[in-house]
């Protein structure tokens, strides 16, 4: 209470005449303030054009992956396959123990920028169709053929990188010879792939207790 300024009396009701607190300005749960909006607005869209749970938990992660933070991890991400494309074009000739490793850099890194660049695209693209639900979003075909490339290239580059960890060397006039700088870059970066995996399942698991307290 403002000493200075106390609230006057009213003698007519027998009440003060205190300003209405903010609450009270709050009709419905559409006039909060706009920072509530951003993200739990979005959820109870989502939870209004979902027809049953499995629908709402999948457009829980749509509004997950389409926050700011995700949006910076995605540009970081995207990072991986133009190192993957200059690290295999450098080290072209420089692992015979192995010469597909290289290879196996450049083609995944080339075909992992435009298969980001199209989500990308798709995404906009779904975001800017306001009329839309979020059953009714569009995918991309191309998009789907591109991961499933991506998903067998993954597969071979496994058989390549591990089939030689024991066996190669850093002698350049040996026939099992592959810089260790390639090797050990093509390593981690399939390793990593692994461990982002586990990180998924772990935040889908959250995102499933988030979507069980909002539906």
């Given at each position: 209470?403002?000493?200075?300024?106390?609230?006057?009396?009213?003698?007519?009701?027998?009440?003060?005449?205190?300003?209405?607190?903010?609450?009270?300005?709050l009709s419905s749960p559409d006039d909060m303030p706009p920072s509530y909006d951003s993200i739990f607005g979005q959820m109870r869209r989502a939870k209004e054009?979902?027809?049953?749970?499995?629908?709402?938990?999948?457009a829980l992660l749509v509004?997950?992956?389409?926050?700011?933070?995700?949006?910076?991890?995605?540009?970081?991400?995207?990072c991986i396959p133009v190192s993957m494309i200059v690290i295999g074009t450098i080290y072209l000739d420089d692992c015979p123990a192995e010469r597909f490793i290289p290879i196996y850099l450049i083609v995944g890194g080339v075909f992992?920028?435009?298969?980001?660049?199209?989500?990308v695209v798709q995404r906009a693209k779904n975001?800017?169709?306001?009329?839309?639900?979020y059953e009714d979003r569009k995918s991309n075909s191309?998009?789907?053929?591109?991961?499933?490339?991506?998903?067998i290239w993954f597969i071979a580059g496994?058989?390549?990188?591990?089939?030689?960890?024991?066996?190669?060397?850093?002698?350049?006039d040996d026939e099992m010879f592959c810089d260790p700088k390639v090797y050990w870059f093509?390593?981690?970066?399939?390793?990593?792939?692994?461990?982002?995996?586990?990180?998924?399942?772990?935040?889908?698991?959250?995102?499933g207790c988030i979507g069980c307290l909002f539906y």
């Amino acid at each position: 209470m403002d000493v200075e300024n106390p609230p006057s009396y009213n003698n007519a009701t027998g009440e003060t005449d205190q300003p209405p607190l903010y609450e009270e300005h709050l009709s419905s749960p559409d006039d909060m303030p706009p920072s509530y909006d951003s993200i739990f607005g979005q959820m109870r869209r989502a939870k209004e054009t979902s027809s049953g749970a499995l629908t709402f938990f999948k457009a829980l992660l749509v509004i997950i992956v389409g926050t700011i933070g995700c949006t910076i991890c995605v540009g970081l991400v995207l990072c991986i396959p133009v190192s993957m494309i200059v690290i295999g074009t450098i080290y072209l000739d420089d692992c015979p123990a192995e010469r597909f490793i290289p290879i196996y850099l450049i083609v995944g890194g080339v075909f992992g920028v435009i298969k980001n660049l199209s989500s990308v695209v798709q995404r906009a693209k779904n975001n800017n169709d306001s009329t839309s639900t979020y059953e009714d979003r569009k995918s991309n075909s191309f998009d789907g053929l591109l991961g499933v490339f991506l998903l067998i290239w993954f597969i071979a580059g496994n058989i390549w990188i591990y089939r030689i960890y024991d066996k190669y060397n850093d002698d350049p006039d040996d026939e099992m010879f592959c810089d260790p700088k390639v090797y050990w870059f093509a390593f981690w970066t399939t390793t990593s792939v692994y461990i982002l995996i586990g990180i998924t399942i772990f935040c889908t698991c959250c995102a499933g207790c988030i979507g069980c307290l909002f539906y």
